[in-house]
């Protein structure tokens, strides 16, 4: 259920029903909004209880929520989130926020080179992983502990928010200090133990869609971070399975209005892993504008021919340079800016 409280209503009087909410024996989730709070109530309600908190000073209205999501549906925030990466970056704002970089890093001069045509271009986040999930033991897996100084490096010159992936929650304390985002992969978006790790921490979370997940199975996945307390999560659309075989994935532009109906998270598309090929990203990346979506996440490479992984989806320098060229009158005419 939701408490919603009266517009104005003080500090005070919304503590002592936060302290209801615990002594009856659930866990509060007060949501600090522009014009009023309102208290997500986590367990399983009665009608006594109900009664009860209603009749508390401060309380408009106790409703119960009727979706599988609580913390992430609308019902309890009609307010679109925002969420802030690093001191400049807003993602959910009016700006369309871009967030590319290589699949991996691979490299100091593959790295930092990736990172200073991004950020020339216009890009807001820099991307790149240290610990891959391939698909295959064989695959290369990522430079892991090796590579943690060059996101440092990288994070100091360039003065850029990153975003990288932690597969494993022994990775959030080693990652923490040098990340700006904890992207959660589609391969793990049902991996619990780590979804709850995360959210124990005050750091922006990337929730990408499990390649068989549905909205629903997302939507839950995100529950299981905000109910740890962290109110940072971003969800991406990264393509689904389907019997289609001329793309890596198929695209389910649909899960962005979907989502944003349902869901005041924001929403980010991947372009790149949903098409698998470098020449289908542009026309993605546009349907995605349209949709609606708050970001874009764009491989990209220096020399995507030598790339250990995911060399076919990502762009070329000037190719991604052009891109973002091209993508400014989409934005706009989803008004937005880039
Ligand atoms: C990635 O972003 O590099 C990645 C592995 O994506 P996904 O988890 O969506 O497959
Ligand atoms: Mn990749």
Known sequence: MVIIMKPGTEETVISKVINKV?????????????????VAVIGD????AMDTLQSMPGVDRVVPILRPYKLAGREVQP??????VGEQVEIGGRVVVIIAGPCAVESREQYLATGRYVKAAGAHILRGSLYKPRTSPHD??????AGIELLQAAREELG????????????????EPVTDVFQIGARNMQN?????????????????RGMSATVDDLLKAAEYVLVGGNNNVVLCERGIRTFETQTRNTLDISAVPVIKRFSHLPVIVDPSHA??????????????LAAGADGLMIETHPSPQNALVDGPQSLRPDEFRQLLDDLRPFAEAAGRTL
């Open 160 to 175: 850029m928010p990153i975003i990288t992936e932690v597969l494993d929650p022994r990775h959030i304390e080693l990652l």
């Open 45 to 48: 309600r009665t009608q006594e």
């Open 192 to 208: 619990f133990a780590l979804l709850v790790e995360v959210g124990r921490t005050n750091k922006p979370v990337l929730v990408k």
């Open 22 to 38: 615990e002594e009856l024996g659930f866990k509060p989730h007060p949501i600090y909004g522009v014009i009023n709070t309102v």
């Open 140 to 145: 290369f897996q990522g430079l892991h502990e």
């Open 79 to 84: 307010e679109s989130t925002v969420v802030r």
């Open 275 to 288: 098409s698998g090929e470098a020449w289908l990203v542009p026309a993605l990346s546009k349907a995605a």
